[in-house]
């Protein structure tokens, strides 16, 4: 098969490794074709890019772009898109600008549990300022010795539900779709299976995004567990969407799969790269 890994982190975002680390892994992972999809920004695209064609691996430009759709939130990842188009820029900008004022309250929480100087923590762990991630805190939350592990940090603190959760608002389903459109990207729905949708609402967020041109959703991810991959093909499936495949890798020790690492899409599916490569 193709080994096409559609969603990477990267240090511009809440990964570990450098743009041009991540594509050197990929490539050691034997991908073909590797997008980076950071959260909210596409700092990174230019020097992922200058690795991929240096390397001979086909390029996908991407963003993982965050929303509020009711009560959850949700990660919508646009492929092939030009990041320098206007609606895309101003798009994450604004929610970039949203998310120091979240970090405060998370860091106000945590001080008030005893557990001091979080954000400046935080912070420090952060190589793009702009994109302060609850990853940030969680990694913190080990290094100041609360947790053992950043998945534990999740597990008691940062995770919805768990007390240093702050509700925030990203932006709208809509606006994201139509920003990942106006770029020339495809949208994605990511890692469905992490949002605990109940079946009725899950089916009013697969109609709607479909409504509003999306175009696939994930179904081999480093974010679901192998035991939901035949959930989601059936999903796909049904609805009519294109399937898409990726590690989401944050770095060593974070993800269950490197980059090209994780199993093949279920035959039967259409993958989203058939868009691409017909
Ligand atoms: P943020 O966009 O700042 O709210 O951070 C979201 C990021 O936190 C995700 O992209 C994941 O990398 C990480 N994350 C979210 N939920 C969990 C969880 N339950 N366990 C581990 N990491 C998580
Ligand atoms: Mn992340
Ligand atoms: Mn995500
Ligand atoms: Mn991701």
Redesign the pocket.
Known sequence: MDNFDLHN?STR??GLLSPTQLIELAARGGVHAIALTD??TTEGLAEAGEAARRLGIVWVPGV?V?VSWGDH?L?IVGLGIDPEAPAIVSGLKSIRDG?LG??ERVAKVLEGMGIPGALEGALALAPNES????????RFLVEAGAVKN??A???KY???GKPAYVP?Q?ATLPDAVAWIIASGGTAVLAHPG?YGLKPWARGELLEEFRRLGGEAIEVVTG?HRPEEYATWRDIAKEYGFLASRGA?Y?GPG?SPYEPGRLPPLPATLAPVWSKWTQ
């Open positions: 982190h975002s809440d959260h909210d993982e965050s939130t990660h998310r979240r970090a994109v302060l991630s609850r990853t940030h805190f969680g950043t998945q940090a999740f597990d940062l995770a919805k925030h990203w992490r974010s989401d944050h974070e």
